[in-house]
């Protein structure tokens, strides 16, 4: 296997890994949300959602579920509240109120947007650099004239995308929809670099 086909199915894997760990968190977040509870709710209109197999009882949405939480998840907010894994926090009520930010009702989808955003150029960067293509806003400055100009444009914004969820604490949000396009658009530079000893000379945006 060359670089590129190994490079094909590394960001392939982690996309489809991603999307389909978000579709489970999403769901998960749907039933537990009482915004969207109710057989005729619009949050069942579209996916991602639990359904029944076919020909099993439909899954009741008349009430929210609750959700048990791991030991990971408890010892985090063991120590995010008491400074100890193994000792919980109190409150008056019994309720422990986590503020926590989230995106159009869902705090999947930014996390996991970012994360596999951020580790699909770790992935392409792995591949140029193993064909001596340029990686950073410095390198692909040194490439005018060598790399046609929707190819530049094209790389020098998933690296601006990269920096920005990689380095600053609070970037513009990202989502699912937006991390498969930046799939898309790194697995088109890998392909147009592979193609071509001109750095894409040969090759336009369709």
């Not at 995010?80 to 503020?99: F, M």
């Not at 591949?127 to 806003?137: D, E, H, M, Y």
């Not at 914004?157 to 799939?183: D, W």
């Amino acid at each position: 296997m060359n670089n590129f086909e190994k490079y094909k199915e590394l960001s392939a894997q982690s996309i489809c890994q991603a999307t389909m760990i978000f579709d489970l968190a999403r769901s998960a977040e749907k039933l537990v949300d009482p915004n969207c509870s109710g057989l005729n709710n619009p949050a069942w209109s579209e996916g991602p959602y639990l359904a029944p197999y076919v020909g099993a009882p439909e899954i009741p949405k008349a009430h929210p579920y609750v959700i048990m939480i791991s030991i990971e998840s408890q010892a985090a907010v063991n120590i995010s509240h008491t400074g100890s894994a193994s000792r919980a926090p109190t409150s008056n009520d019994g309720i422990i109120q986590l503020i926590l930010p989230e995106n159009n009702g869902s705090r999947a989808d930014r996390y996991i947007s970012k994360l596999v955003t951020i580790e699909q150029f770790e992935i392409l960067k792995d591949f140029l650099v193993s064909i001596s293509a340029p990686i950073n806003k410095k390198q692909s400055l040194k490439s005018i004239g060598k790399i046609e100009p929707v190819v530049l444009s094209e790389l020098e914004a998933i690296i601006a995308r990269r920096n920005e969820l990689t380095h600053e604490i609070s970037p513009p949000i990202s989502n699912m929809r937006e991390a498969v396009e930046y799939y898309n658009s790194c697995i088109w530079l890998a392909q147009v670099f592979n193609d071509s000893e001109h750095y894409g000379k040969r090759f336009t945006l369709s």
